[in-house]
């Protein structure tokens, strides 16, 4: 507790003076043993003038001060984000594409520090937190925030690879939402030319906080209605002949149930076999050929796409001839003079030569090792996504 001003203070080792005042309810400067300071504003009380019974222990404020509050952690989120794992945290701040909801496609975003919110965007954080990120999408004054797990976030370079940047499902529902995905991508470059630190720096107030953010916890982005006279695209079956057949797609997914010995809810065996047979032009070479689109992640995390192969078939290619593949097919530049590279699965590690081999048909091990929501089927239009990274010397390792 601080007594009156004008008695002798040690500070750093020294002294200081401080100047007379008295009390503001008696304007009497004496009785300083019971004199109160308000921690504020400075104003001092006797502490019977006011009505106290004794001179408090703790800090005291006038009643035209209210204290402040030593911690802005009231609800306990700044202890619980500190706990998460790295892999979740290290995410904040940046700059992705995120999907959003009908008619906005991949949208640019920005994963936002829960620690750095309020109202019902913190609310909403709280609730997914360590299972879902807080994104905020850029340029949706409708519903800004939204909470999506990782397989809804896309990289923002692997983004651009995908021709996220295009905004192709903003221009295909009109004109305005074509233009406001680009004030959102102009917005999401200009953020990604900062450090992480000063991102969004814009809508951080002094405290770092968001003023009243709007959310909806319900949809990732406020769809508008589809217009009446729209009409829906259908899809142009391969078979022109006959519009009742399957397409390649069913077909395929077909050929996939039988051979994981698969059947869905309604499914024949017997007339799926026949229905392939009917079609063999489904399995064609040029139909079947395995296409690889090739990942290279260095030692930051980060991934690059380094090109594409096409080689073997989609049922009996293994890792060995997609490596020899890309040895054959990739400019030399790719990989530095002698430098050794493995295919990385994620969650399980690195595969070593031997193993290559081993582990069968690339594409089938793949879908039953993998979790990513995006790795394809191996086709022309969606290729499968493989990760390869610098070989590690363990001879070089010491315990």
């Not at 939204?146 to 499902?169: Q, R």
């Not at 394809?376 to 996504?385: A, E, F, N, S």
């Amino acid at each position: 507790l601080t007594f009156a001003k004008y008695v002798k203070q040690k500070e750093n080792g020294g002294e200081r003076s401080v100047k007379k005042e008295g009390c503001r309810v008696c304007s009497k400067d004496n009785d300083h043993s019971n004199m109160l300071i308000c921690e504020k504003c400075s104003a001092e009380y006797h502490f019977y003038c006011i009505g106290l019974k004794a001179v408090p222990r703790d800090d005291w404020f006038c009643d035209g001060c209210e204290p402040e509050s030593d911690s802005e952690d009231e609800d306990g989120l700044d202890l619980k984000v500190a706990a998460l794992p790295p892999r979740f945290t290290s995410r904040f701040g940046e700059i992705v594409f995120a999907q959003g909801g009908s008619g906005y496609g991949m949208w640019p975003c920005y994963i936002y520090d829960p620690r750095m919110t309020v109202g019902g965007a913190r609310e909403l954080a709280k609730k997914n937190l360590g299972r879902k990120h807080l994104v905020y999408f850029f340029h949706c004054l409708e519903a800004p925030f939204a909470a999506l797990a990782e397989s809804k976030i896309v990289e923002w370079y692997e983004g651009l690879t995908e021709n996220f940047n295009l905004g192709k499902a903003a221009k295909h529902h009109g004109k305005k939402r074509a233009l406001q995905f680009a004030e959102a991508l102009k917005l999401a470059n200009i953020e990604l030319g900062k450090i992480v630190e000063r991102r969004m720096d814009w809508n951080h107030p002094e405290p770092i906080r968001i003023q009243n953010p709007t959310i909806n916890s319900n949809i990732l982005l406020t769809p508008e209605k589809p217009r009446r006279y729209e009409k829906k695209r259908r899809r142009k079956s391969k078979f022109k002949n006959n519009p009742k057949l399957p397409s390649p797609r069913n077909l395929h997914n077909a050929k996939n149930n039988i051979l994981r010995n698969k059947c869905t809810k309604g499914c024949n065996r017997t007339n799926l076999l026949n229905t392939l047979a009917a079609h063999n032009e489904f399995t064609k070479d040029g139909d079947n050929e395995l296409y690889l689109r090739v990942m290279r992640q260095v030692d930051s995390g980060a991934t690059f796409n380094i090109g594409f192969v096409k080689f073997g078939s989609k049922d009996t290619s293994t890792f060995a001839d997609a490596r020899q593949a890309i040895m054959s097919d990739f400019d030399p530049d790719c990989f530095a003079d002698g430098e050794s590279w493995k295919f990385l699965i994620p969650g399980l590690g690195p595969i070593s030569l031997r193993q290559e081999s081993c582990l069968g048909p690339l594409l089938q091990f793949l879908q039953k090792a993998s979790t990513d929501t995006q790795l394809g089927d191996g086709t022309i239009l969606r290729p499968v996504k493989v990760l390869v990274i610098k070989s590690v010397d363990t001879s070089t390792l010491t315990d």
